[in-house]
């Protein structure tokens, strides 16, 4: 049975455009375009997973991803316009499982929705799991070893320790003093700048292109998140 997305977005045209592409692409899609509608649908109806656009009429994008979360872990994938950083930091820790910026290609809309829809609800939030799984990147935790499309990724001890922390936590904001409290133990200088050095080293193990990173995003004067869906 082909699987149910909710999409919730005023702009008619991409509305369309989208519905299009993705009933193309084999899925069943219902479409609100307004907050509100989006929420009656999602009461009404199951589904796999929603598109969720930041920027609504009547309600903030943000207040209907909490409502949403507030009672279901449907995967969530945002749509935000350019220039909303902070948005989808917030986005994220409120229980958003991945973002996509304004414009996009539909064949990326479609990628990431996969991406999220293979993990499903939940699956990195158990607890006691040895094997941290993100899209194409595996961190073993009883093994200390990071792999990437089952390539181990070269990574020193501490820098382990430290993508560990992150996967830990995904989708929440981590400070700089609270990586380093989470990896020590103990509470270091807030701005350490060999924090960002280790950070950069480890993009450059895990990220496709570690001048544009999907996997470990910085968030300007607070620190990093940890993106909860990956492909």
Known sequence: ??????????????????????????????????????????????????????????????????????????????????????????????????????????????????????RGPGSNNEAGRDVLRFGRLEIDRSAREVRLDGVAAQLTGHQFEMLRALAEHPGRVLTREQIMDLVRGENLEAFDRSIDVHISRIRQAIEDNPKEPRRIITVRGAGYVFARAQE
């Not at 692409?25 to 009461?43: I, Y």
């Not at 943000?62 to 316009?81: E, F, G, H, K, W």
């Open 1 to 118: 049975m082909a699987q149910h997305l909710l999409l919730i977005e005023d702009d008619e045209r991409l509305a369309q455009m989208i519905c299009d592409y993705l009933e193309g692409a084999g899925f069943r899609v219902r479409h609100g375009n307004s907050g509100a509608a989006g929420l009656s649908l999602n009461r009404e109806h199951a589904f796999d997973a929603i598109i969720l656009d930041l920027m609504l009429p009547d309600m903030d994008g943000l207040d209907v991803c909490r409502s949403i979360r507030a009672n279901s872990q449907t995967p969530i994938l945002m749509l935000t316009a350019r220039g909303e950083a902070m948005d989808r930091i917030v986005g994220l820790e409120l229980g958003a499982d991945d973002y996509l910026p304004k414009p996009f290609e539909p064949r990326e809309l479609l990628a990431r929705l996969k991406a999220i829809l293979r």
